[in-house]
């Protein structure tokens, strides 16, 4: 059964959408209905834009607008849930961001907390205040992950989520089999979602999904390997972590960030029209790297190479 995604339980494989840029650098827009597409046709549990892995930290304002404009239209079109990104590493930026994704009516908006410097607990809640202000009802989730300058303790997402009826989920690195004792009244009350690749052994211990950097190798293998019995699931994702080891950690080791590394494997996947290019000023995966992803896919995880040349 597909997991469910309406209404505030969502769960499952989320896929996002990745940009594509010609050789001058430019966004080819077009892009972005042929994954959603694809997406559709994996059978996800839904998509959204706006992430790290769409680079919305280099997007303009009128870039922002239009990407997620277009990407509202394509999800509407296959009738997928959808969410919008609004991350900004700014207050007053997110602000406008998370005002005009709630024009475009989508399942929830992700939110990430003010980046530039780190906030204590009580700045959490005052920017937390008015995003659900300028949310206007949207839901909310919180995009929370291990490189950003406030992430939040489990005590602290557990006094947020009686707090903030809004807040429905929370994207976040997961952790050990502590940290999810101590999330365990967040996770009775909103969708904790947790990186592609541990999505196995996440979900065992009570996540409810992914945002998942796998779909972007195969988002069909993605969803097949959030079906598998336990066993099966838990073999893939050591599989997987071989896999990450040889060919994704060397990309990670000369400095590359891990955006970086998902569009290489969107790449190599070879299921959307895509290169490795990136927003200016990111320098993007080589030729070599894309190859060396294909050969260790095969080697270690070939259920996800169905669509590579």
């Not at 999800?75 to 994704?101: C, N, Y």
């Not at 699931?233 to 080791?253: G, L, S």
């Not at 891990?258 to 969107?266: S, T, Y």
Request: glycine content about 8%.
């Amino acid at each position: 059964m597909k997991p469910a995604a309406t209404g505030t339980d969502i769960r499952g494989v989320w896929a996002t959408i990745i940009n594509r840029l010609d050789e001058q650098g430019h966004l080819d827009l077009t892009t972005i209905d042929d994954q959603v597409s694809a997406y559709a046709r994996a059978g996800v549990a839904g998509i959204y834009s706006g992430g790290t892995a769409s680079e919305i930290h280099c997007q303009t304002e009128a870039e922002f607008e239009e990407i997620s404009t277009r990407f509202a239209e394509a999800a509407r079109a296959v009738d997928l849930p959808f969410q919008i990104g609004a991350a900004h590493p700014l207050p007053q930026g997110s602000l406008r961001r998370i005002a005009f994704s709630a024009r475009l009516e989508p399942l929830a908006i992700q939110i990430t907390l003010p980046d530039w410097t780190s906030l204590d607990f009580d700045s959490v809640r005052l920017f937390l205040n008015r995003a659900v202000t300028a949310a206007a009802g949207c839901p909310l989730v919180l995009y929370n992950p291990p490189h950003a300058k406030t992430v939040l303790t489990p005590a602290q997402m557990n006094e947020i989520t009686k707090s903030y009826p809004s807040l429905i989920g929370l994207k976040c690195g997961g952790g050990d089999a502590a940290w999810y004792a101590d999330m365990a009244p967040a996770l009775k009350r909103i969708s904790v979602f947790i990186p592609g690749h541990f999505y196995a052994s996440g979900v065992r211990q009570g996540a409810h999904g992914s945002y998942s950097n796998m779909a972007c190798l195969s988002p069909k293998a993605a969803v097949d390997w959030a079906q598998m019995s336990d066993a099966a699931a838990a073999e893939m994702e050591d599989r997987i972590a071989t896999f990450n080891a040889e060919a994704i950690a060397p990309i990670i080791a000369r400095g590359h960030p891990g955006f970086v590394c998902d569009k290489a494997m969107a790449t190599a996947g070879g299921w959307a029209k895509m290169n490795p290019r990136m927003m200016w000023p990111y320098t993007g995966a080589t030729d070599e790297d894309i190859l060396l992803i294909r050969s260790a896919a095969k080697r270690h995880i070939p259920e996800f190479t169905s669509d590579m040349p």
